[in-house]
């Protein structure tokens, strides 16, 4: 195999191309956020978009009150109950997101060589002719010749969906624009891009930290998506807001880059970060078009040789409207999947589309076909080089763990952790088999009540690719010498044997803490 290869298999052999793809209890590795929205709320089809393959709910507060979300929330719960599969919780904010007011929600029609006139008077009504605005600056922010975008949920590059403006004059707060292309903008909520220009508000708005404190406090939120980072500054004001709102100091907070300016402050933010969402919609605005895969595969390697999981939005568009994906779409999942990617946002397709589940399961089955010429053994390699010598302890048990498993062609890796920080390094290796992360609650008081902590860290690995976790029950010891006591070993074996990823005769490597030492073990089932 030449070392420079991104694939594992030379040459794929043809009959793996013709022979089915596999079902398996784990879809994929890789993992699937899905945005619930209007299409995607039901108990019914939350139900089946999680036994599709989504394991985080995204909710994005663009557009919906906390009321609509909570009820949608309340679904999702249900969901999680009766199908027994785990599902973390994103919340999206909406950050110096610029949007056009449309009142009445008609559709509006505007035609290519037309005027339109975007201002901030937000009590006058929308039409072709005159866009109102949630922003009063935008006049002092633009000059004549900027590009403006227009669109539904983001801009799509579709033209008979998305606008493209020019700025050709400036009368006051009003700006005046030279209309591209027709296009018909549908909907309620149109949201209002400029190429590569500063706006001047917070990156955490007051309506931002009204929805935290309250709907996020209320349902313990895993995750905070940052919508328009542009700074470490914002990472840090975002987690000292966090900080003193009870469990949420847990809440991991994953930068959103979406424009130029996140792009320049990226290794400061990625140093912040508990993770980072690369936003392409709005990137291949800001960016040419033939220089966003270079940003995906430089961001994505960073990420990876940080441990820090990398999500990619924005790959299967079309599926908003149909069945199926187009080529291209197709083939950048996998790239995305190839390129090292931990998790696939999908955004409009699940919050508005008509095939919220077959989306899912679709991009579910792709990520798992390209994991399978995913070179593992280069992967490696360069994670370990980049790592340097000398190794932190965890960092050499979870090397080890993830080589011992590759060398002895494990079916499966069980890491027992409290923090889920050794579970996420060995996950940061890229090992071909699922990691069964094992959280051991643990008890903690604030002098008012006792209680265990571990649900944040095991929902947390759900955006972790190749990590799948379970909580252990604090009962159990997690050592057994006696070997009729229900250890928490034997429940992680069952349950892998259940979900039928471990067999009779399969190797298991087992990481885990016994008294001050780490040990990495390697055990043989018997019948």
């Not at 998790?343 to 589940?357: C, D, M």
């Not at 069964?436 to 759900?462: H, M």
């Amino acid at each position: 195999m030449h070392s420079t290869h991104l694939l594992l298999e030379e040459p794929i052999r043809m009959a793996s191309i013709l022979e089915p793809s596999k079902a398996s209890f784990f879809p994929a590795m890789t993992k699937i956020v899905g945005t619930l929205g209007p299409k995607s709320r039901s108990v019914e089809v939350i139900s089946a978009c999680l036994k599709a393959g989504m394991s985080v709910a995204r909710f994005d507060f663009s557009w919906g009150d906390m009321g609509f979300h909570q009820e949608t929330l309340e679904n999702l719960k249900a969901a999680i109950k009766s199908t027994k599969k785990l599902c973390a919780v994103m919340l999206d904010t909406v950050g110096p997101e610029l949007q056009v007011v449309n009142k009445s929600g008609a559709a509006i029609s505007l035609e290519a060589d037309a005027i339109v006139v975007l201002t901030p008077d937000q009590d006058r009504e929308a039409s072709s002719e005159l866009l109102p605005i949630n922003f009063t600056g935008l006049a002092t922010a633009v000059k004549p010749g900027d590009t403006i975008f227009i669109g539904q949920y983001l801009f799509t590059g579709s033209e008979t969906t998305s606008v493209w403006l020019e700025v050709t004059e400036l009368r006051g707060d009003d700006v005046v624009c030279a209309i591209k292309n027709s296009a018909t903008l549908a909907g309620s909520l149109f949201t209002l891009h400029i190429s590569q220009v500063h706006i001047d508000l917070p990156t955490l708005s007051e309506a931002d930290k009204e929805v935290i404190s309250k709907w996020g406090v209320k349902n313990n939120i895993d995750f905070l998506s940052l919508s328009y980072t542009r700074h470490a500054e914002d990472v840090r004001h975002a987690r000292e807001f966090l900080s003193k709102l009870g469990d949420l100091h847990q809440t991991q907070i994953f930068a959103k880059i979406e424009n130029i300016e996140g792009l320049t402050h990226f290794d400061e933010i990625l140093q912040e970060a508990d993770g980072i969402i690369l936003s392409r919609g709005n990137l291949g605005i800001d960016l040419p078009p033939e220089k966003v895969f270079l940003f995906q595969k430089a961001a994505v390697y960073k990420c990876n040789m940080c441990g820090k999981p990398a999500v990619v939005t924005r790959v299967v568009d079309s599926m908003t409207d149909n069945l199926r994906p187009t080529r291209a779409e197709a083939t950048d999942v996998a790239n995305a999947v190839l390129d090292g990617s931990d998790a696939i946002l999908l955004g409009a397709e699940t919050l508005r589309g008509l095939y919220p589940v077959e989306t899912i399961s679709t991009v579910g089955k792709i990520c798992a076909e390209a994991e399978k010429v995913f070179n593992q053994d280069l992967y490696f390699k360069k994670t370990v080089k980049y790592v340097g010598e000398p190794m932190t302890h965890l960092e050499s048990i979870a090397s080890s763990a993830v080589r011992a498993a590759i060398k002895v062609k494990a079916s499966v890796i069980i890491c027992f952790t409290s923090s889920g920080r050794a579970a996420r390094l060995i996950a940061k290796y890229r090992p071909t088999m699922p990691v069964l992360s094992v959280v051991i609650p643990r008890l903690k008081t604030n002098q008012l009540r006792w209680s265990f902590t571990g649900a944040f860290e095991a929902r947390q690995s759900l955006i972790v690719r190749g990590l799948f976790p379970m909580l252990a029950d604090p009962r159990h010891p997690a050592e057994s010498t006696n070997a009729t006591n229900e250890s928490v070993l034997k429940v992680a074996l069952d349950h892998g044997k259940a979900s039928g990823v471990i067999k009779s005769h399969d190797r298991v490597v087992v990481c885990q803490k016994v008294g001050d030492a780490s040990v990495v073990k390697i055990i043989e089932l018997e019948d």
